[in-house]
Each structure stands twice: as C-alpha cells, then as structure tokens.
C-alpha cells in the first residue's frame, strides 16, 4: 500500500509541475501576442488620447492571463507524468505500466512486483527536473514588441494624413455637376430612368446543337469537314485504316453535291455579328448605363448589315431605334434593337442555321425548289431524308455548282461497280490531282503485297494469322 | 513471490545461453532469439548458407534440455507419413490383428526440420500443421504433439533450384525468422580452435524440460502499459501500405504488411526480454529489439521493392521509426 501512495503522489507533484510549466509557456505565449496586440491602441494614440497605454497594458495582460488559464485547465492524464519520469530516469517504462495497473484487481504476483520495483525507483528522485522549462516561439518577438511599447509611449502621438485615400462614392454634388457637364441625352436619361420600370426583353443568345461528330467548328478552307456528321470523322487516317474504310471515305467524296460549302465562313453570320455587339453593349450593365454612343454605332452597323441582304426584315426596326435614340428615348431604342435582333435571328433560322451547303441546297431544293430552306425547318429533325442517309432514296443528292464553277478546285468522280462485293472506282480530279503526295489505290497495292509476303517469310507474322493474312490480300486482289 | 520467479527465469536463461555457448562461438543474437521463441512457445526459421552452424545450434539446445530431439532432413521425396507417421498392422498378444499407429519424428519436444524448403508443398503441410494446431490427424484420429513442442526450420537461402519456398501463410506461422550471417574473423578463429583439437566441447543440461512449460506461463503474466501495445500496433499497421498514416517507404516498396501475428509475436517476445532483464514490465526497447526477426517474414515487397533490392530489415528499421513518430503525434507539448 506505501508503495501505491507513492506512486500516486510522484506522479501527482509531476502532475502539477507539468501544469505549472504549461500556464508559463502559455502565459508567455499569450503575453507576447498580447502585447503586440497592445500597440494598436499607441499606435492611435491621437484619437484615444490617454486611454491608449491602459489600452496597450490591459490587452497584454489579458494575454498573458488567458495564456495561464488555458494552460492550468489543460487535463493532465496520470499516465503521462508517469511516462515522463520513466523517459528521464530512464525507467523502461516501469512507472506508467505501474500506474495503468494500480487499479486492477485482483493483482497478478508480476503486478505486485513491479508496484514495489517502480516506487523504490521513483523514491528520492528529483521529480522537478522531470518537466523541463519549454519556451514558446512566440518569446522571440516579446523584446521585440516590449521595445516597441515603450517608444510608442514615448513618442508623441502618430498622425496619419488625411485624405490619403481618394473617395470612391462620389458624392451628390459631384454627381450633379457631372451630369451637367455632359450630353444633353444624360438629361433625358433621368426621365427614361423613371419610365423603365417595364420588365425589359431578354436578348437571349440561341446557340444551335452541335451535331455528333462534330468535334469543333467548321473555320473556311478547313477540308476535312467534308467528313463531317460522318460516322468515320474521328477515324485516323493511316493506312490500315485506309484499307478498312477507303472505301467509305471515297463514297462520301463521290458525293460531291452533298459537301458543305468551305468558302463561306458561317462563324460570321449577320446575325452572330450584331448579337456579339449587342451582347458586349449590354452585359452587366442597367439599361440606364447604356452609352447612347454605342447603341447608335450599334444600329448603324444593323443598317449596314441591312442592306447587304435581309434588311427589309429588320430594317424597319432598326429605323424606329435610331428614330427614338435621337429623341433620347433610351428604353424604346434598346427595344426596337432588340426587335431587329429576333427577326434576324429568325431570319438566320429560316437559312438553314447558318450551315449553308451543298447538303443544305440541296435540301431545299428537294423539298421547295426555288427556296432556301422553309420556316421552322430543323437539321437534324430531317436528317434521314439526307441524300446518302435513312430514307432518302436520292444518295448522292443534287449536284453542286461550286465544283463545276472552279476548274482550280479538287475533285472526286467516281462509278459504283458491281462484283463479290460492292466497290467505287474513283478519279481525283483537278489541282488535287497533281498533287505529288498522291498515291493511285491499285499501284500501291502490289509493293504492299510484296512486303506482306517478305513478311511472311522472315515469320515476323504468327503462323495462325498467316492464312487471315494471305486471304485479305487475296480478296483485295480480285477487287 | 514475483521477484523469485523471475530471478529464476534469468538464471535458467543465462545457463542455457552459457552451455550452448560452449559449443557456438558468436551468433550472440541468434541464441538469444532462438531462447526466446522457446519460452514464448512459437517456432524458429533458421536461414543461412551452408556451415554456419545452424543444425550445431539446435542440436546443442537439445542436449542443453532435457528434451526429446529429432531431425528430419527434408528432401523432395520425402513424404508426409515419414513426418507424421502412419499406421501399422499390429498383432496383440493373443494374435489379433490390428492397425496402430506408429509415431513419426515429428512426436518430439525439439524437431529439427533441416533444409525445410527442399520437401514439397504437401510435406512441409503437415509439419506446419502440427506447428500451428499442436496435434497430428491420422485417419481421424488426432495425436497431440509433446508440450512443449519446439520447432527449429533452417532453410538456405541461395540455393534455390530444386526447392519449394514456403508459402507467405506458412512463413507466418513461424514466430521469428533469424538470418544466421558469417562469422566475423575472431569468431572464426575460435571456430577453428574449438573444433580442431582433440576433445569436443560438451554441454549438460542446464534446465529440466518440465519447467519450460512453466516459464512460459510466466511469460504470459508480465505485464505491459497500453502505450507499449499501442506502439506493438502501430509498428504493425504502419507496414501496410493501404494504412493512411503509412510512411512513404512502406507505400512505396511493400505490398502487404505483417499480420496481426506479428504483434503477438512483438509482445510476446517483448515480455520474454524484459523477464531476461529481471524486470517485471515491458517496456518499448524490447519491443523494438526484435522487429526485425518478428517482422521480416511477414512483410512481402512489391515489385519496386524486389526490383531496387530493397533490405527487408532496412526497411523494418525505417518503419518503426516512422511509428514512433505516428505514436507522438497530437500529443501536447509536454508529452511528446
């Protein structure tokens, strides 16, 4: 039973020696950032006046004090001491095993033992060196700050300038003298401010889906949207797979007259333009904060625009904008000019979407001859009835004039020939043709063979593709 | 009454680690963890190249007991009936006939299981089987093996055409593997000295066989303080790479890490030190004394790990230290 008592009570004095050194380090800890707290009161002493170095003194001394509290309330498990005195008195751990197994009951002869053997160990030792002195890192900056206190005591009172700072909120003279001092549409905007209380017509942009396959868009001269809104578009084009689908590719090339027209930009649609300015004119801002300038320059630009094709559409629109923007009626502008945006918008719809094409013609030609596309019409609604596609029995579709019309442009013409399957004899025509890179489909067919039957010899092909490989270039033969 | 037993238990040690050191010059080390095995009850993977010493060191230990011994020298062809035994057609003495079952080696107290990884799969089976149930099954009938029941494997590591390593499973159930290295060049001097001259050193028995069974009761009731166990887990958890905690080089090199076997064999062989030491407890320098014989079977390389040659026991050491850290972590100030 002694040697329990002094277990606990070794372990209780390092207990609170471990407390007492926590409330100094935290005390400490919460002194130095008390007091550099404490300088922001001197440092305003002009404004606190002599308030400022109770202030400085009290903000430290709550530091600190709250430093102590915080460490004394810290809980000290009994465990903890114990491994303590263990690691200093190099003990292998004997009091903190003691400890955990002071309470058990009933003790095995080894827990008797060693209760006995950890209390003789801890009897007349020193425990105060146990708990070593820490200091926080925060001491470094306590001369520091304690230097700092006492020159800004000295010291007069700091005074920052004034007007250091320029105002951002103008104030309502400066915003009454501005106004006067500019055009006279800011006077009547005051009176198209009080009117705009209507809720105004979003200008909404009506972007169209892309279609699948479709990977980016269409720039001008880009040639390989001819195989767009194709299912062999993401297909590399090396020569196995040229092998595989040459065939496909040269059927959609027959089909000249069903290839999208690539001298026309369709990024730059009448509409698209207008829109785009229309949109940077008005994003972000109120309809109050309009710069009239911009609106006019806007509706010019629809003038222009206007008469290049479809103005007779818009143009009465764009008329009644410029009519009201001179009378400054702000709100009946922006309204008339976004009356002329819908009405191109719809005008491009009609169009075809702004994908203007052989395909497209002739789309509109199969179904309305004379016209361009009809009202409402959807691409991909009728898609199946494209040449080539679902149910159109027409699969090379109309003829394009584009190709006639340029004798410098490439070509393809090609004749479906019948045999064990179906096949295309093609002919590039044009300065395609001419091209040095081009290499005829049955020229090269026999260097390939020979390389396969070299191949063959030198076994670098397995012996159970050796037949598959043989057979395939048979079959390419009879073709 | 404590201090009695455990004083007893460090003589008993002393002697035995004395008598075979009579016949062993150096592997300091290695009797020391072969006794520990012993009085824990576990068994004892032997790996070494040829003539070291390894065979001399069991069969010393068994004349030190007063322990049965046998050696089973594994070859392919050996078979599981020629461990275990098999059964015979006996006659009584009115003539009767009747099957009995004629013992194998293996029914010994010290089982010497030399060059373990040249039997196949289905032998080395039934010696692990026996080591980890502590009996044998004949036709139904299970035969207990004799308490205490040592099993000392050796194995060479270089040779490996014609052998079947053991499996991981089977590796685990091995408390401790030892690599037995070459003697320093004063040790081998006094190899030469001692086996060369005209009398052989001979060993008596140091400790009756019956009181290894007790010590190992003893072993068991040494206590041990929860920061202790805790470090024993970490070690072990920290060696699986799928632990979040797990330091860079066990994600980095190890596939899996130890089982909860190793743990109990740590503590285990924790107590066994700290009763060698005449202390009561265990503290976490025996723990960390025999890492790395507990450990370095358990833990398996991944294929960076094999193909950088990663040391096992290199590894071990960064792992406990990496656990050591985890094991201070969040303390407050004071305690870490």
Known sequence: MRSEEAIRAAVQRVGRIVRVRRAALYGLRGLAWGLTTGLIPLLGKAGLGPAALPAALALAAVGGMAGIVYGLLLPVPLREPARLVDRTFRLDDRLATAVEHLGQVPRGPLVEALIEDAADRVRDRDLGATVPWRWPREVRILPASALALWVLVLLPPVRFPEGVFPSLTPSGEQEAERQAQSVPVAQDRRLARARETAPRVEVQERDYLRRRGTGRETQQGDLSAIFRDTNIAQRRPDFSSFLKHGDDRLKILGQVESLPDLQRDFTQSQFRVAFRRAKRLLAGIRPDQVSPEKLRELLDEMRRLGRRGGGEEWGQDVWEGSEALADGRMQRALEAMERALSRMRAMEERSGKGLEGGRDRGRGQGRNPGMRGGEGEDFGEYEGSLPGKGTNPDWRGAPSTRLAQDPLDSAVEGQPRRGRRDAFDTNLLGKGSRNPSHLPYMSVYAQYRKMMEEALTKETIPLDYRTQVKEYFRALEER | ?336
């Open chain 2, 1 to 336: 009454m404590g201090e009695e037993r455990v004083e007893r238990f460090g003589r008993a040690f002393e002697a035995l680690r004395g008598e075979i050191q009579k016949v062993i010059v150096g592997h300091d080390d290695i009797v020391e963890q072969v006794l520990v095995c012993l009085f824990v009850g576990g068994h004892v993977l032997l790996e070494g190249v040829p003539g070291l010493g390894k065979t001399l060191l069991v069969k010393t230990l068994s004349g030190c007991l007063d322990l049965s011994f046998s050696r089973i020298q594994f070859t392919p062809d050996l078979m599981p009936a020629d461990i275990i035994g098999t059964n015979i057609i006996g006659e009584d003495a009115e003539g009767r006939r009747h099957f009995q079952f004629q013992r194998g080696p293996i029914f010994a107290h010290i089982v010497l299981a030399d060059e373990v990884n040249r039997a196949t799969p289905k032998t080395q089976s039934a010696l692990l089987e026996a080591m980890q149930e502590g009996n044998v099954t004949v036709s139904g009938t299970a035969y207990p093996v004799p308490v205490p029941f040592f099993v000392l494997a050796t194995q060479n590591p270089i040779e490996m055409e014609g052998t079947y390593p053991l499996p991981e499973a089977q590796l685990d159930r091995f408390l401790f593997k030892l690599r037995v290295r070459y003697p320093a060049l004063e040790e081998l001097n006094e190899i030469i000295e001692r086996t060369t001259r005209a009398e052989e050193p001979t060993v008596g028995h140091a400790l009756p066989g019956d009181q290894v069974s007790g010590f190992k009761e003893l072993v068991r009731e040494v206590p041990i303080a929860s920061h202790v166990r805790e470090l024993a887990s970490t070690i072990v958890t920290a060696t699986h790479p799928q632990w979040p905690q797990a330091p860079e080089v066990t994600r980095r090199y190890i596939r899996y890490g130890a089982s909860p076997r190793a743990a109990q064999a740590l503590v285990l062989g924790g107590k066994v030190l700290a009763l060698r030491a005449g202390r009561f407890n265990v503290s976490a320098e025996d723990l960390k004394a025999i890492t790395l014989p507990a450990l370095r079977h358990r833990i398996i390389l991944n294929f960076e790990g094999e193909a950088e040659g990663i040391d096992v026991d290199q590894l071990i050491l960064q792992v406990v230290e990496a656990a050591e850290v985890e094991a201070r972590r969040g303390k407050e100030v004071f305690f870490r």
